[in-house]
């Protein structure tokens, strides 16, 4: 039951990392994979003997639900004039472990977007435009470290991760856009920051990644992720300052900072192990390194995260679905320089309510 917990642990981090971009909607919080690496081997030494793990994670959200900070714009829906993105996502991720202590990761994400506005597509009162998004996101390579020797700590661990996150999803993906209205002219523009593929930054990762087992069947986990990215922005056009001159400061996309924390406990019955947590994840409205100006839509979302794993000898199956319980969409930089006198002004982002993820990882 040793080895179970703390193989339960590790695929509760399996879980997150793969799953990490989930449910935020036009808070574009964007795929950057990610693998705790503490994987059992087939005789029972942990990782003694290395190997390698391939990580496939499926993740599929709807998000609709507008809010201004925490105030939900329920209005957007009676009226019909909410924005809607559906994302498709699928992580491929490939972890080398080389000892008991070190393993490395490279994560490749596919992404697929669609989303549908009247007020992107001149705001005409019948006619909903679309605009899509298909192709590679950013991927990221990382490096992982647990700082105790696992054989002489087997009931609790923590794990370093530090890694690199490139450029490689189309930060400037174009589709069409439609001017509602006589002739329905179309332009080719660069689709919704929410729905690009990458955001055109190289950045810097850093994860934390702990477990305790407690009890004969009961194990407890700890994750926390943070990308900074030091470039302020990439250079595309929003084509906001088109949809009104008020917000012309926003014509350019800011390449953000992301972060991610997650608790929660593990019981395992048999080949099934069920776990119940809570995560925080979202954009800060300012990065630790490097500018935050230009474009953004920062905010966070606190979600409780069912999910559930079966485990065989080589191969895993699981499966989770965050629901989100309190989302916010903060003031960002160019919010406040907008401000005048006693006026307060922030923008507002569309959140999903949850986001299914299933995945499966074979021991290769």
């Given at each position: 039951m040793k080895k179970i917990l703390l193989t339960l642990s590790t695929l509760a981090t399996l879980t997150l990392f793969a799953s990490k971009t989930q449910a935020q909607g036009c808070v574009a919080i964007r795929s950057t994979g990610g693998i705790c690496s503490m994987t059992e081997h087939p005789e029972g030494e942990l990782g003694t003997a290395g190997g390698w793990v391939l990580n496939v994670n499926e993740r599929y959200f709807m998000s609709n639900k507008h809010f201004k900070g925490d105030v939900y714009q329920k209005e957007r829906l009676e009226l019909g004039n909410e924005v809607i993105n559906h994302q498709f996502a699928t992580d491929i991720s490939l972890i080398r472990i080389f000892d008991s202590r070190w393993s490395a990761m490279?994560?490749?994400?596919?992404?697929?977007?669609?989303?549908?506005?009247?007020?992107?597509?001149?705001?005409?009162?019948?006619?909903?435009?679309?605009?899509?998004?298909?192709?590679?996101?950013?991927?990221?390579?990382?490096?992982?470290?647990?700082?105790?020797?696992?054989?002489?700590?087997?009931?609790a661990n923590l794990q370093v991760g530090l890694g690199i996150k490139f450029a490689t999803g189309d930060y400037d993906y174009m589709d069409y856009w439609t001017q509602q209205g006589a002739g329905n002219t179309r332009e080719l523009r660069t689709v919704d920051q929410s729905i690009q593929l990458g955001d055109g930054g190289t950045g810097l990762t850093?994860?934390?990644?702990?477990?305790?087992?407690?009890?004969?069947?009961?194990?407890?986990?700890?994750?926390?992720?943070?990308?900074?990215?030091?470039?302020?922005?990439?250079?595309?056009?929003?084509?906001?300052?088109?949809?009104?001159?008020?917000?012309?400061?926003?014509?350019?996309?800011?390449?953000?900072?992301?972060?991610?924390a997650r608790v929660g406990a593990n019981y395992a019955i048999s080949k099934w192990v069920l776990s119940g947590g809570a995560r925080v994840e979202g954009i800060p409205i300012h990065d630790v390194i490097g500018g935050s100006g230009d474009f953004r839509r920062p905010g966070y979302v606190i979600s409780v995260e069912p999910s559930i794993t079966y485990q065989l000898s080589k191969i895993n199956f699981y499966a989770s679905v965050p629901v989100a319980v309190y989302r916010k969409r903060t003031q960002s930089v160019t919010d406040r320089a907008r401000q005048t006198g006693a006026t307060f002004v922030n923008g507002d982002a569309a959140f999903a309510d949850y986001s299914v993820n299933l995945g499966i990882s074979f021991r290769l």
């Open positions: 490279i994560d490749v994400p596919v992404i697929s977007n669609m989303r549908s506005s009247k007020y992107e597509h001149g705001g005409n009162a019948k006619a909903r435009g679309k605009m899509r998004s298909f192709g590679l996101g950013d991927i990221r390579v990382a490096a992982y470290r647990w700082l105790f020797d696992p054989v002489k700590n087997p009931k850093l994860e934390l990644n702990g477990f305790t087992n407690v009890g004969k069947n009961l194990g407890l986990y700890a994750n926390a992720f943070y990308l900074a990215n030091p470039r302020q922005n990439n250079g595309v056009r929003t084509y906001r300052e088109v949809v009104s001159a008020t917000i012309a400061n926003e014509a350019i996309s800011s390449v953000p900072d992301q972060f991610m």
